[in-house]
Structures are given as C-alpha cells and as structure tokens.
C-alpha cells in the first residue's frame, strides 16, 4: 500500500504478530507428520530370534515443493512417491552375529512424463492488514490469493530382485529378478518376466477388455467384451500366457482364456493350451475381435469349463467340464456362503440344508426351523410336525440317495412312504440312509425333529459345511457323513478342529513373538 510520510495523519508503521501455534503447519506423509526412511524389526531378547531390515522411500527422496512467503503457506505434495519399500532383509542370529537369509530389493516407475499425470491448481487466501496512526484499530486492507499445483500421477512397481543367501555362509546361492511391464490403458500388468543367476527366464503376458476393438454391433462373441468395457470391469485378465525364454527365443508352455457371457460380466466358457515348450511365440496369434465382433483365438486352445451357471449373486452354482465332469454349488446365509458341493451331479438333481439360515436348498417346506444345540450340524433342525419337505423334477433312470440325522426319540420320518436304514447313532442322534430309483420327486414327512437333509445322484459325492457368520465354518460333513466341528477362541481365531465324537484332532494356540508358550487354555 503507499504510506503518507512518517509523522502526518494516516501514516504507516509495521508491527508483529505472536501466536501460541506455528503459522506453518507440520507436513504430513501418509496422513502423519512423522516418517521414517529405516526401520529394523528384533525377534527374540536382544535380537536373539533374528531380525528385519527395511528401507522407504521417504521426504529426503521426493521433498513437497513449499512456500513459506507471508501470509501464506502451500506446498505441493508427493505423498504417493513416499512410504514405498525399497529394500527388505532377513537375517538370523547366529552366534550373535547377523547373517542375512533374503532380501528384496524394489524399483519404481513413475509416470511424470506421460498422459497419466495430473495437475490441478489450489488457491490459498491471505490477510494483510492496515494499523492507521490515527486509529486505534487495525482494519482489513485486503486480501491475497495465491495457487499453487496438485499434483497426481500413476506409479507401478518395475522391478523387483530376490536374493537367497546359503543359512550357513550367509553368501548369495540364487538371485531371481522380475521386471513387470503395466498396460497404459488400464494400469494393470501386461508382461512379467523372471531370471534367475542361474539363466532360466519365465515370461508371462495378459490381455485385458480395453485392449480389444470390441463393439455393440450385433449379439456376436465380441459383445461380451464390448459389455466388460462398458461396465469398466477393465482389471479381469481375459488372455494369459506363460513362456520360456531360451537364448533369443520365446516358446509357449501353457495359456488360458476366460469367454464371458453376452448379457452379464460373468465367464461362460474357460479355454485351456498346454504346449512342451516346442512352439515358438512367433506362430502364436494373441486372441482378438474382429471386424464382425467376432471373439478370436488361437486354434490350439480347447475349452476346459465348457458351461458355467450363476446365482442372482454371479456365484458358480453349477460347472461342467470338457469331460462331462460337473460341479454344483449350493449358496446360502443370504446367498453368499457355500454350503454344498456335489461332484457328479447337475443343479436340479441335489438338494441340501441343515435349516441354519434363510436359504432352503433347493427343497421346498413351510415349517420354521427350530434351536438345539445338539443338532449334528450348526443348531438348528426341523421337525416334520410343522409339515413336508418335497424336491420335484428329478430323472426315472437315475438312483438317488437321501440321508438325515434324526434326533432319538423325536419320532419316525419316511422319505416317499418308506423308513431308511440306520447307518450310525452320536450324540443322542442317529444317521439315516434312503436308496430310491425310478422316482421323479422326493417327499420327506411322518414324524421326528431332522438336520442335514441331503439328496443326490447315487453317483455323486457331496460335501457340505455350516457357518458362524462372521467368525468361519462350525462344521464340516464329508461324502460318508463323516462330521468336523469348528471352534473359535474370543478373537475369532480357530482354536480347536474336533471329529464327530468330539475328540480332539488339532488345536491352535496363539501367542506374542517371544512370549512363553501356553496351550493349558
């Protein structure tokens, strides 16, 4: 501002200001104001189990561009270059001395000169103010702006060396490097290729939905593609291919391709290619769309999931392999946990539930499911009081096999009018068999409190489990009724794995590094 001369009315003077805080705030790294470039983990007193060194990058090696000019203060950060690890190292402790067992070494590559980077402007408000001779007040004289660049760019790991030392001379036996290249148009890896000291060279490549020219045309197999690009479902590899580099030449090993369907972002078919390593990458053609949005590849690979079924959730419920071989699952607790797997057996042909949550199986009641904590598998069972459990469209030409456990002394289930054949009696329990041919449907009434009620093709193997949500499985029955139980400490970790007799078969215990060792719990 321009001051009259010293000593008339409305003459300048400068002054300070004093506050308890500093007009500078501390700059932040990852959301703290501390970092720290070297950091050394000890195992064991006085390092006595080893330990871990690691090194980061850090402010000294990407320090923000700051402006400390009154009234204001900006900086312009590079929080994502920080924080990264460069370099880690086992060692154990040998006779006091360290030795080191591996260590990684990590590169980084970033993206400042390309069109991934971003910059956008902040603009920060300054106060400066005017103390007249002739007043007693200080009045607000104006206000600063000043801007200052927000920076962002992509960054990807680009190489990355493992070293492995011998456990006695603590010297280099085996160096592995991989160097990783990222696709551009989505960031994701398109090309890994290892080497050890040894001069063995591995090389895997991946296609993804933004590097094909698919459209919307017509309903050909490009569609599927065009979908996924659509739904920014740009990450699910849809080609990948392993080779092996001897001398100068890339030969194929092995590859796999994921169809999708037309209509949702779910796979349809999975193709397989096996090679000896003979073919050379150069007679390869990389799958493709062509001008008809047609879906190509290369004419070696055979298809390996030839049929894949979904629930309304997109969980596999049923799979058939190129040699028939089919896979059926069962989803329940909401949809989102398997209950069931049944090998051998297509969806309409097997039916399952222990009656723990909101699903049925795949078997139609009206009875509400009831508590006890001795049901065989979870804590619930039905009774057959509160009406008939039935499973219709099944096939004349195929046998079947129905198994329950039904509580003693609760009553006299039938399954089509008939009493099975006990197999085996726990737990104030006993286990029921039911072998049925020529039937096109199951009807499950009479009498008596039943769990896990099973139907499938005599043929067929299914295995099935309970939950505790949130926590992991309770229990486990296997293709003979075979029953595990799950049990959890107070921190949700598993501490104790028991067979159908409630005998022991393993148990966890869980204790801090260099903490004495209890299992007396």
Wanted: aromatic share 12%.
């Amino acid at each position: 501002m321009n001051c009259p001369p010293p000593g008339t009315a409305g003459s300048c003077c400068s002054y300070k200001i004093y506050n308890s805080i500093s007009n500078y705030p501390l700059l932040y790294s990852n959301g703290s104001p501390v970092g720290y470039k070297n950091v050394t983990v000890f195992f064991g007193p006085n390092g006595s189990g080893g330990k871990q060194e690691y090194t980061y990058t850090s402010y000294s090696d990407y320090p923000d561009q700051a402006s400390y000019n009154a009234p204001f203060f900006f900086a312009s950060e590079y929080d994502w270059k920080k924080g990264l690890l460069l370099k880690s190292t086992d060692y154990k402790n040998q006779s006091n001395s360290y030795l080191p067992v591996k260590r990684v070494i990590n590169e980084y590559d970033f993206h400042s000169s390309d069109t991934t980077k971003r910059i956008s402007r902040g603009v920060v408000l300054g106060k400066l103010y005017d103390n007249n001779m002739g007043d007693s007040l200080s009045i607000l004289y104006q206000l600063q702006v000043a801007s200052y660049d927000v920076l962002a760019e992509a960054f990807n790991l680009s190489r990355d060396t493992t070293i492995t030392y011998d456990a006695i001379a603590g010297t280099p036996i085996l160096q592995v490097t991989n160097t990783y290249n990222f696709s551009p148009k989505n960031f994701q890896l398109k090309r890994k290729q290892s080497k050890d000291s040894k001069g063995d060279q591995l090389a895997q490549n991946f296609k993804y939905s933004l590097d094909y020219g698919a459209t919307n045309v017509n309903n050909n197999s490009g569609l599927s593609i065009w979908n996924l690009q659509n739904k920014n479902i740009i990450s699910a590899p849809i080609e990948s291919l392993v080779t092996k580099i001897k001398g100068s030449t890339e030969y194929i090993l092995y590859g796999n391709i994921n169809a999708y369907r037309n209509d949702l972002p779910l796979i349809n078919t999975i193709y397989s290619l096996e090679e000896k390593g003979t073919t050379p990458l150069s007679s390869y053609q990389y799958s493709s769309v062509d001008g008809s949005n047609n879906f190509i590849l290369f004419n070696s690979y055979k298809p390996y999931v030839v049929q894949s079924r979904y629930t309304s959730k997109g969980k596999f419920s049923e799979l058939r392999k190129n040699d028939d071989h089919k896979i059926v699952y069962l989803w329940d607790y909401n949809g989102e946990l398997a209950v069931a797997s049944v090998t051998g057996a297509d969806s309409a042909s097997v039916a399952y539930s222990s009656f723990e949550a909101d699903g049925k199986g795949n078997w139609s009641y009206a009875g509400v499911p009831a508590s006890d904590p001795t049901s065989p598998t979870g804590t619930k069972y039905y009774s057959l009081g509160s009406g008939a459990i039935t499973k219709s469209g099944l096939l004349t030409g195929s046998d079947y096999i129905v198994t329950y456990w039904r509580k003693d002394g609760s009553g006299s289930p039938l399954v089509n009018g008939a009493t099975g054949t006990v197999v085996v009696a726990k737990n104030g329990w006993t286990l029921f068999r039911h072998q049925l041919s020529g039937i096109t449907s199951v009807t499950v009434n009479g009498s008596g409190y039943i769990d896990e009620l099973r139907l499938h093709p005599a043929t067929a193997d299914m295995l099935t489990n309970t939950y505790n949500p949130l926590i992991g499985v309770s229990s486990s029955c296997d293709a003979s009724n075979r029953i595990n139980y799950y049990e959890y400490d107070a921190l949700g970790r598993l501490s104790l794995i028991k067979d159908q007799d409630k005998n022991i078969l393993k148990k966890f215990c869980y204790n801090f590094q260099g903490q004495q060792e209890d299992c007396s719990n």
